[in-house]
T-cell receptor, first 114, second 119 residues
Framework: AQSVSQHNHHVILSEAASLELGCNYSYGGTVNLFWYVQYPGQHLQLLLKYFSGDPLVKGIKGFEAEFIKSKFSFNLRKPSVQWSDTAEYFCAVITHTGRRALTFGSGTRLQVQP | GAVVSQHPSRVICKSGTSVKIECRSLDFQATTMFWYRQFPKQSLMLMATSNEGSKATYEQGVEKDKFLINHASLTLSTLTVTSAHPEDSSFYIC???????????????FGPGTRLTVL
């Protein structure tokens, strides 16, 4: 079965620092990849997604992610974080096996200090 | 954009009672809805997949007689936690996939979640 690993469980940054959150998945076939964000007290929101094409994907709020197939990775980046980016970030994958449910990583809690 | 609502947002019940949670797609028709469970400081774990008009598909380890799922229409799915116990206390989140023609079928839209506390 597929799995998703997020190695950074808790990240603390100062405002304007650059961000990179790691995400690796284990599945040999075709995948669709997602990053979701969950702000405190709010529901999950889609940041960005990769289905095919350009492996560098740009999402909302200045986030981007790069799909590196050879490394089974889909790391999330932002050049300059803001205090409002404080949230929980989840990487997720859908495999092309007919099962359309998302498999989530364990999440990374990002805390941005002003 | 696509909106998914859940009701109630928070519920407290006594052990042994049943609780029903509703998940609605407000502005699109959902062919498939998913129910997830999220424990504190952990990730979302898929409980079951619900397709309109058919029986839900449960993940391994999820008791189908305890977590009853009904997907009666293209805009409503319900999760009923029967004979709830304190260990059922959790955050339950639904998501929906829309029909093609307006929304990407592989993009899930999440509800805000329901926090269940069983005393």
């Amino acid at each position: 079965a597929q799995s998703v690993s997020q190695h950074n469980h808790h990240v603390i940054l100062s405002e304007a620092a650059s961000l990179e959150l790691g995400c690796n998945y284990s599945y040999g076939g075709t995948v669709n990849l997602f990053w979701y964000v969950q702000y405190p007290g709010q529901h999950l929101q889609l940041l960005l997604k990769y289905f095919s094409g350009d492996p560098l994907v740009k999402g909302i709020k200045g986030f981007e992610a790069e799909f590196i197939k050879s490394k089974f990775s889909f790391n999330l980046r932002k050049p300059s974080v803001q205090w409002s980016d404080t949230a929980e970030y989840f990487c997720a994958v859908i495999t092309h096996t007919g099962r359309r449910a998302l498999t989530f990583g364990s999440g990374t809690r990002l805390q941005v200090q002003p | 954009g696509a909106v998914v609502s859940q009701h109630p947002s928070r519920v407290i019940c006594k052990s042994g009672t049943s609780v029903k949670i509703e998940c609605r797609s407000l502005d699109f028709q959902a062919t498939t809805m998913f129910w997830y469970r999220q424990f504190p400081k952990q990730s979302l774990m898929l409980m079951a997949t619900s397709n309109e008009g058919s029986k839900a598909t449960y993940e391994q380890g999820v008791e189908k007689d305890k977590f009853l799922i009904n997907h009666a229409s293209l805009t409503l799915s319900t999760l009923t936690v029967t004979s709830a116990h304190p260990e059922d206390s959790s955050f339950y989140i639904c998501s929906a996939i829309g029909l093609a023609g307006g929304f990407r079928p592989d993009t899930q839209y999440f509800g805000p979640g329901t926090r269940l506390t069983v005393l």
